[in-house]
């Protein structure tokens, strides 16, 4: 590949006020300056921001501003990036997060277009980053997902089909603190993109025409059918011990309007038919079921197959870009108007199934939680969150580790999980090294071998590797 001059430089800016984004600190990742507006920004660096979405769209006109990004531009906000490196925010001050938050942000973008490259090779940073989140720009190193066009897009909306993420409505803890555990990354990215999908074409299946392929028992019929169903349904009742918990049809924004959830994917139904009764109306009904990991690029199955990702956070934030790039609406060039007819989904068929696996996988994570004494307040997209009384923590983040859940390095006391002792993880060994090393917080080490993430050249990592082990060594990380 030949040799490429970055055609843009990447930062942080930390606006004194997100309400009124004018001053604040600029950072390109090795000291902060104060700026006085937004006019004081380069326009040859992409700058990641802690403007809120909402702010950033929708108060403001600040997002005409092309360079600027806002603070969901990446899959973790900047708040979630400082705790995960174990940086309590309220306690920092805003010229150090703004330059370490810039080190984090350029690692990202140079991991992510160093993979993209690989795949394309005529790419640029111009090229490639244009989008209003990194789930847009990467979606081009993925598979084309196939939609749902005409009366099928319109019941693939969000809320009505599939849910971002679940609200849980247990009683939770007067006092208490919200702590967040996750899946590792990479792992759980692999195995949402191992996961069986759906092959099209769909066609529509009524309740009559159900009932004469498959009788009066019309759960069974599709319980046991090895084609890919999309289920209009009722939830008549469900067992009252998991229904808290399982939040069906659970409204995630009290601004927004509510709509009742009546549609699931595939194993979604299966999951909820062992705990609820159901009334089924129609479906969408595939022809068969592919392996999507079989669809992707060899560049990007040398990636999750790479070992040494395994032990870096970039990698991690990366490989959950990837796998959540797959949910997103069909790219708005690729669709007319609605005014046309041409109504737009709110993901794929093969999304729809991905969101169902990871509410079923996060559930099950929600429901030993809960067995064990825990109020779990929400779940999703590989996170699972409770609320933990402050005596309750230190056996909270054990039980969480013991689960395969990490939780951010803030969030864990200094010595709980000293140097030497072995922290009990019971889950894949792939992911064993960074748990670990993120539970005894030793995020020097963990630090210098993610600057692999961004070296291209194999040679160059190993040495870097070789150097980097033998001074953790020599300093006792």
Same mark, same amino acid.
């Given at each position: 590949m030949?040799?490429y001059?970055p055609?843009?430089?990447?930062?942080?800016?930390f606006?004194?006020d997100i309400k009124?984004p004018t001053s604040?600190?600029?950072?390109?990742g090795?000291?902060?300056?104060?700026i006085?507006?937004?006019d004081d920004l380069s326009?040859?660096?992409?700058?990641w921001?802690n403007?809120?979405?909402?702010v950033?769209f929708?108060s403001t006109?600040?997002?005409?501003?092309?360079?600027l990004?806002?603070?969901r531009?990446?899959?973790?906000s900047?708040?979630r990036?400082l705790?995960?490196w174990?940086h309590?925010?309220k306690r920092?001050?805003?010229d150090?997060k703004?330059?370490?938050?810039?080190q984090v942000?350029?690692?990202?973008?140079?991991?992510?277009?160093?993979?993209?490259?690989?795949?394309?090779?005529?790419?640029?940073?111009?090229?490639l980053?244009?989008?209003?989140r990194l789930?847009?720009d990467l979606r081009?190193?993925m598979p *084309? $997902? =196939?939609?749902?066009?005409a009366?099928?897009?319109?019941?693939? /909306?969000?809320?009505q089909?599939y849910a971002?993420?679940?609200?849980?409505?247990?009683?939770t803890p007067?006092d208490?603190?919200?702590i967040?555990l996750?899946?590792p990354r990479?792992?759980y990215?692999a195995t949402?993109l191992?996961?069986?999908?759906?092959v099209?074409?769909f066609?529509?299946?009524?309740?009559?025409e159900?009932?004469?392929?498959?009788?009066d028992?019309r759960a069974q019929?599709?319980?046991?059918s090895d084609?890919?169903f999309?289920?209009?349904?009722?939830?008549e009742r469900?067992?009252?011990?998991?229904a808290?918990i399982y939040?069906f049809?659970?409204a995630?924004d009290k601004?927004k309007k509510?709509?009742t959830?009546?549609?699931?994917?595939?194993?979604?139904?299966l999951?909820?038919?062992?705990?609820a *009764? $159901? =009334?089924?109306?129609?479906?969408?009904?595939?022809?068969?079921? /592919?392996?999507?990991?079989e669809?992707?690029d060899?560049?990007?199955?040398d990636?999750?197959n790479?070992p040494i990702?395994d032990?870096?956070w970039?990698?991690?934030i990366i490989?959950?870009?990837?796998?959540?790039?797959?949910?997103?609406?069909?790219?708005g060039?690729?669709v007319?108007?609605?005014?046309?007819?041409?109504?737009?989904?709110?993901?794929?068929?093969e999304?729809a199934w991905?969101r169902a696996?990871?509410?079923?996988m996060?559930?099950?994570?929600a429901k030993v939680?809960?067995?064990?004494?825990?109020?779990v307040?929400s779940?999703?997209?590989g996170?699972?969150?409770?609320?933990?009384?402050?005596?309750m923590k230190?056996?909270?983040?054990?039980d969480a580790?013991?689960l395969?859940l990490?939780?951010?390095m803030s969030?864990i006391p200094?010595?709980?999980?000293?140097?030497?002792?072995?922290?009990?993880w019971?889950d894949?060994?792939?992911?064993?090294?960074l748990a670990s090393?993120?539970s005894a917080?030793r995020a020097?080490l963990i630090w210098g071998?993610?600057?692999?993430?961004?070296?291209?050249d194999?040679k160059?990592?190993?040495e870097?590797?070789k150097?980097?082990?033998a001074?953790a060594?020599?300093k006792?990380?």
């Amino acid at each position: 590949m030949a040799r490429y001059e970055p055609d843009k430089r990447f930062g942080f800016v930390f606006f004194d006020d997100i309400k009124d984004p004018t001053s604040g600190w600029a950072s390109l990742g090795q000291k902060s300056t104060r700026i006085s507006s937004v006019d004081d920004l380069s326009t040859g660096v992409i700058w990641w921001s802690n403007i809120d979405y909402s702010v950033f769209f929708y108060s403001t006109e600040i997002w005409r501003k092309s360079f600027l990004r806002h603070d969901r531009y990446l899959v973790v906000s900047p708040d979630r990036a400082l705790a995960e490196w174990n940086h309590d925010a309220k306690r920092l001050t805003n010229d150090f997060k703004c330059t370490f938050l810039a080190q984090v942000f350029n690692r990202i973008m140079h991991a992510a277009f160093n993979l993209a490259r690989r795949q394309i090779p005529t790419l640029t940073m111009e090229k490639l980053f244009g989008g209003q989140r990194l789930l847009d720009d990467l979606r081009v190193l993925m598979p *084309e $997902m =196939d939609y749902p066009r005409a009366d099928a897009a319109a019941i693939m /909306k969000v809320d009505q089909a599939y849910a971002e993420f679940t609200k849980c409505t247990v009683r939770t803890p007067y006092d208490g603190e919200n702590i967040i555990l996750r899946r590792p990354r990479l792992l759980y990215a692999a195995t949402m993109l191992q996961l069986p999908v759906p092959v099209g074409p769909f066609e529509n299946m009524d309740r009559r025409e159900m009932r004469k392929a498959g009788g009066d028992d019309r759960a069974q019929f599709v319980r046991e059918s090895d084609k890919p169903f999309m289920v209009e349904l009722t939830v008549e009742r469900m067992d009252q011990n998991i229904a808290p918990i399982y939040g069906f049809s659970n409204a995630s924004d009290k601004n927004k309007k509510k709509t009742t959830r009546s549609w699931v994917a595939h194993p979604e139904f299966l999951a909820l038919n062992e705990f609820a *009764e $159901m =009334d089924i109306r129609s479906a969408w009904v595939g022809d068969s079921y /592919k392996n999507l990991y079989e669809d992707l690029d060899s560049n990007i199955q040398d990636f999750f197959n790479n070992p040494i990702n395994d032990a870096l956070w970039t990698s991690g934030i990366i490989a959950e870009t990837l796998w959540r790039s797959m949910l997103l609406k069909e790219s708005g060039d690729k669709v007319g108007r609605a005014a046309d007819g041409d109504e737009r989904a709110g993901t794929s068929w093969e999304g729809a199934w991905i969101r169902a696996q990871d509410k079923i996988m996060m559930f099950a994570a929600a429901k030993v939680l809960t067995d064990r004494g825990y109020a779990v307040t929400s779940y999703g997209l590989g996170w699972v969150m409770c609320k933990v009384p402050r005596e309750m923590k230190a056996e909270y983040l054990k039980d969480a580790l013991s689960l395969g859940l990490v939780p951010a390095m803030s969030d864990i006391p200094d010595g709980l999980f000293p140097k030497k002792s072995r922290i009990p993880w019971t889950d894949d060994q792939k992911s064993f090294f960074l748990a670990s090393y993120q539970s005894a917080k030793r995020a020097d080490l963990i630090w210098g071998l993610d600057f692999l993430s961004v070296i291209d050249d194999p040679k160059q990592r190993a040495e870097y590797q070789k150097r980097i082990m033998a001074e953790a060594q020599e300093k006792g990380w």
